[in-house]
């Protein structure tokens, strides 16, 4: 897999959130999209999953042939703040709505992830009863555990305690291999395996 930009630039009304991007993300490595608050990671991201346009430049998706953009969202697996789950579920239910649209990773089932999530005991809980970090790990485990050739991640430790992180930093381990990994972030330990960096700040 591959997502190649060209010249590529964003903005909302007349700002500029960045600009003159080009870069090349492919499988089998890790990328961190870094910057502080309000500096453009989640836009960037919006870009690189093909559900925000560009303003200027190409953005192309490729797996041995061009991916038209509007079927780019199968091959993606996304975990964000600002995507919620399904409140009114228990555990199980997601879990099983959510493999509805994609399959599991080699070596997952919905009963092995609720292990790895750690949370057999909430498999019957509702998300909305779900603490802060419960909901975390849980959108963390759905996108790791699918089997999509790209992985999104932004802000993935928000609501993790250290114990938490530590599960993770495990978690990218077992599931990130020869996969496309893009994480957004400012905090060292959410991205400090990623091979490439790209500073927002440098395409301002
Ligand atoms: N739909 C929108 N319309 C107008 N401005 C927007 C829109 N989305 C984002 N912005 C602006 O773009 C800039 C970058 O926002 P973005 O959410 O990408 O930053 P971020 O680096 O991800 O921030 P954080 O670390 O706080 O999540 C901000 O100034 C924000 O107000």
Known sequence: MKIALNNVGRR?????IFRNLSAG??????????????SGKSTLLSVLTGSLAPSEGQIIF???????VEDIYQYISLAAPYLELVETFTL??????????KNFAVGVDAKSLISILGLEKSANK????FSSGMKQRTKLALACCSDSPILFLDEPTS???????????ELIENFTKDRLTIIGSNQIQEYDFCNEHIQIADYK
Not at 62 to 68: A, G, H, L, R, W
Not at 92 to 101: D, Y
Not at 126 to 129: L, S
């Open 92 to 101: 199980k239910e997601i879990v099983n709505f959510h493999f509805k649209f």
């Open 25 to 38: 993300f492919t499988s089998g490595n890790s990328y961190a999209v870094l910057g502080p608050n309000g």
């Open 159 to 169: 609501n993790l305690d250290v114990q938490g992180i530590n599960w993770y930093r």
């Open 62 to 68: 490729s797996d041995e042939k061009e991916i038209p």
């Open 126 to 129: 509702e998300i909305k009863y």
């Open 12 to 16: 909302f009304n007349k700002e500029w």
